[in-house]
Structures are given as structure tokens and as C-alpha cells.
């Protein structure tokens, strides 16, 4: 089986942005659900199932009709799961994206409407209502050939309302924190050592591999002082990997990824590194001797087990 070999040239350090290797503590997502109707289905909805007729009898007792679930037999409504995220200083009045599930055994929610959907955070509280008309594509071209769109899950644009704000006082704050989003010690301390140069003054301090404490200058506000700090340029250490695409063969690696000398019995297969050499001149010998794909990601798993090649191995 052929393998494909795609070397990328590698280099100790790489700048990036602090904003993309780092969260400030607090300025994050929050999760949200609800649970509603769609109406207005075109007998694609549930057919029979109870807490569909319970939930449709419960709203229409709001508008004074009584009507026991036994006796409703429409399957022009569907129940659902509405989920939405509440992105960090969202306000009231912003629109916010939805997805709509069905939780029944509804054909299809296209052409339905959604009722106004509650949509609650962990805490209980209500910060969203979701409401409006589902719209989806009628088919996609794949392979030349039509296929229909999944349509028991729908994300509706712009189909909740916020209600309720979460509220942080960032403004006011002396004191923040960086966490970032790999553990590693070094990039904490270069993170440390960025912005302190840069405001000339210790600012910052990595109290672990994760974790870098801000201390606001005086003549900054904090909005002022984060922006600062998020658009800095820091040395990020390079990490070592290796890439191996099961299906394809494609084995993807630093070009400076060594194999140390060693001796490799697999299978049919026997071969002895005498020195040093790279996964790049590995990889050819293997394919000279038509090894198969999953013969390269034993091979490279064992020797990576035994600390030959020093480099993480990511197999998808």
C-alpha cells in the first residue's frame, strides 16, 4: 500500500499571539437549554408520543382549551431540545444562534415553527427565549448525486433572544488571570517574561504550567491592560509530533524528528539503525519493503514506547 510522506520544516521556537495561546480567567461561553415545540409540520412530527400530546394539552390549558392528551392526535408537532451558547458579555437584545433537535420520533422538523422556548443556564435562571420558523435546504450534491439534509436537527441563525446578561465588573478589576491552553512550564515562564518587558515593570507571574496571575498597571484600566497583553507576540516551545492518517497512510513530521539507533523485529520485518536517522528515512525504507500503513503505526507506537524517537504520536 503506498504511504505518502509530507515533511513540514521545523524550527525550536514559533511567535504567536498571546490571545491564541491563552484565556483571560472568567471571559468564557456559557451553555444553554430548553426544552419546546415546533409547530406547523407537515405530518412529520412525533405520532404518538406522550410527552409531545402532554406538553401541546399543558400550553393550549394558556389559552382557556382544555383538552385531555388522550384525545390529541396531530403529528404536526414535535417536541425538542433547544441548546444554544451564550457567548461572554453577551447583552439583552443580542441574537444568538440555536440548535434544534427533535426528542421524539419526528420525520422531519422542516417547515415548522418553533414556540417561545425558555432556555435556562446551569444555575436555573433564564437568559435566552428561543422562537421562530425552521428553514433548512432541500438537498445537497455529493458524488454527483442528491442528498437530503439531516432534519430532526436544525440550527436555527439569529433564533434566540437574550434576556439576562452575565455580568462581570472587568472595568474595576486590579487583578486578572491567564490560563493557558496547553500545560507546559516553559511557555508559562515566556509568557511571564513577555509581558513584564514589555510594560517594563513585574506585571505578571506564572504561578504553574497553566496558570500566569496579572496585576494591572496603574495608568491602565483593565480593558486597556488585557488588550495589550492578548495582542503581544510570545515564543511558544515547539512540540514534537507526528501525524499518521490510518486510512490514507499519510504520515506527517518534523523534518528534525530523529530515530535513535535501535533494532526493529516486526512481523517479516527486521531492521537495524545503526545511527541516528530521521522518521523521514524510516518511512521510506518501510515503504521500500511495502509496509502497510498499519505496519508504520506499530512500528512508530513501539519505538516511540521505547524512547528511540523522542515525539508525540497523533493517530487519526
Same mark, same amino acid.
Given at each position: 500500500?503506498?504511504?505518502?510522506?509530507?515533511?513540514?520544516?521545523?524550527?525550536?521556537?514559533?511567535? /504567536?499571539?498571546?490571545?491564541?495561546?491563552?484565556?483571560?480567567? #472568567?471571559?468564557?461561553?456559557?451553555?444553554?437549554?430548553?426544552?419546546?415545540?415546533?409547530?406547523?409540520?407537515? #405530518? $412529520?412530527?412525533?405520532?404518538?408520543?406522550?410527552?409531545?400530546? &402532554?406538553?401541546? $394539552?399543558?400550553?393550549?390549558?394558556?389559552?382557556?382549551?382544555?383538552?385531555?392528551?388522550?384525545? %390529541?392526535?396531530?403529528?404536526?408537532?414535535?417536541?425538542?431540545?433547544?441548546?444554544? =451558547?451564550?457567548?461572554?458579555?453577551?447583552? !439583552?437584545?443580542?441574537?444568538?444562534?440555536?440548535?434544534?433537535?427533535?426528542?421524539?420520533?419526528?420525520?422531519?422538523?422542516?417547515?415548522?415553527?418553533?414556540?417561545? =422556548?425558555?432556555?435556562?443556564?446551569?444555575?436555573?435562571?433564564?437568559?435566552?427565549?428561543?422562537?421562530?420558523?425552521?428553514?433548512? +435546504?432541500?438537498?445537497?450534491?455529493?458524488?454527483? @448525486?442528491? /442528498?437530503?439534509?439531516?432534519?430532526?436537527?436544525?440550527?436555527?441563525?439569529? +433564533?434566540?433572544?437574550?434576556?439576562?446578561?452575565?455580568?462581570?465588573?472587568?472595568?474595576? &478589576?486590579?487583578?486578572?488571570?491567564?490560563?493557558?491552553?496547553?500545560?507546559?512550564?516553559?511557555?508559562?515562564?515566556?509568557?511571564?517574561?513577555?509581558?513584564? $518587558?514589555?510594560?517594563? /515593570?513585574?506585571?505578571?507571574?506564572?504561578? *504553574?504550567?497553566?496558570?500566569?496571575?496579572? @496585576?494591572?498597571?496603574?495608568?491602565?484600566?483593565?480593558?486597556?491592560?488585557?488588550?495589550?497583553? !492578548?495582542?503581544?507576540?510570545?515564543?511558544?516551545?515547539?512540540?514534537?509530533?507526528?501525524?499518521?492518517?490510518?486510512?490514507?497512510?499519510?504520515?506527517?513530521?518534523?523534518?528534525?524528528?530523529?530515530?535513535?539507533?535501535?533494532?526493529?523485529?516486526?512481523? *517479516?520485518?527486521?531492521?537495524?539503525? =545503526?545511527?541516528?536517522?530521521?522518521?523521514?528515512?524510516?518511512?521510506?525504507?518501510? &515503504?521500500?519493503?511495502?509496509?502497510?500503513? /498499519?505496519?508504520?503505526?506499530? %512500528?512508530?507506537?513501539?519505538?516511540?514506547?521505547?524512547?528511540?524517537?523522542?515525539?508525540?504520536? %497523533?493517530?487519526?
Amino acid at each position: 500500500m503506498r504511504i505518502l510522506i509530507l515533511i513540514f520544516f521545523a524550527v525550536i521556537l514559533n511567535a /504567536q499571539k498571546i490571545k491564541d495561546v491563552a484565556s483571560v480567567v #472568567g471571559v468564557r461561553d456559557n451553555q444553554l437549554i430548553g426544552y419546546g415545540l415546533v409547530v406547523g409540520l407537515n #405530518g $412529520s412530527g412525533d405520532s404518538s408520543s406522550k410527552f409531545t400530546n &402532554q406538553t401541546l $394539552s399543558n400550553l393550549l390549558k394558556n389559552v382557556n382549551v382544555k383538552l385531555d392528551p388522550k384525545d %390529541i392526535k396531530s403529528k404536526n408537532v414535535a417536541a425538542v431540545m433547544v441548546t444554544a =451558547t451564550l457567548p461572554p458579555f453577551a447583552r !439583552e437584545g443580542d441574537k444568538i444562534d440555536v440548535t434544534v433537535s427533535s426528542i421524539g420520533d419526528a420525520k422531519s422538523l422542516q417547515g415548522g415553527v418553533l414556540l417561545i =422556548t425558555p432556555l435556562k443556564g446551569v444555575n436555573g435562571k433564564i437568559y435566552a427565549l428561543a422562537q421562530g420558523p425552521i428553514t433548512m +435546504g432541500g438537498f445537497n450534491l455529493k458524488g454527483g @448525486k442528491k /442528498q437530503k439534509h439531516f432534519t430532526t436537527t436544525v440550527k436555527v441563525l439569529n +433564533g434566540a433572544t437574550v434576556e439576562r446578561a452575565v455580568v462581570w465588573d472587568i472595568y474595576h &478589576q486590579n487583578f486578572a488571570t491567564l490560563s493557558l491552553k496547553k500545560s507546559d512550564f516553559k511557555l508559562a515562564i515566556n509568557v511571564q517574561k513577555t509581558i513584564n $518587558s514589555f510594560f517594563k /515593570q513585574k506585571v505578571a507571574i506564572a504561578i *504553574d504550567p497553566r496558570t500566569v496571575k496579572l @496585576k494591572k498597571p496603574e495608568k491602565l484600566s483593565m480593558p486597556e491592560f488585557l488588550a495589550q497583553i !492578548e495582542d503581544l507576540n510570545v515564543n511558544v516551545p515547539k512540540e514534537a509530533i507526528i501525524v499518521i492518517d490510518e486510512r490514507t497512510g499519510t504520515v506527517v513530521a518534523g523534518s528534525d524528528i530523529m530515530v535513535e539507533p535501535t533494532v526493529i523485529i516486526y512481523g *517479516d520485518f527486521t531492521i537495524k539503525i =545503526t545511527k541516528k536517522t530521521t522518521v523521514l528515512e524510516l518511512t521510506q525504507n518501510l &515503504q521500500k519493503v511495502k509496509a502497510s500503513p /498499519q505496519d508504520v503505526i506499530a %512500528i512508530l507506537e513501539n519505538l516511540r514506547a521505547s524512547n528511540a524517537i523522542n515525539a508525540k504520536l %497523533i493517530v487519526n
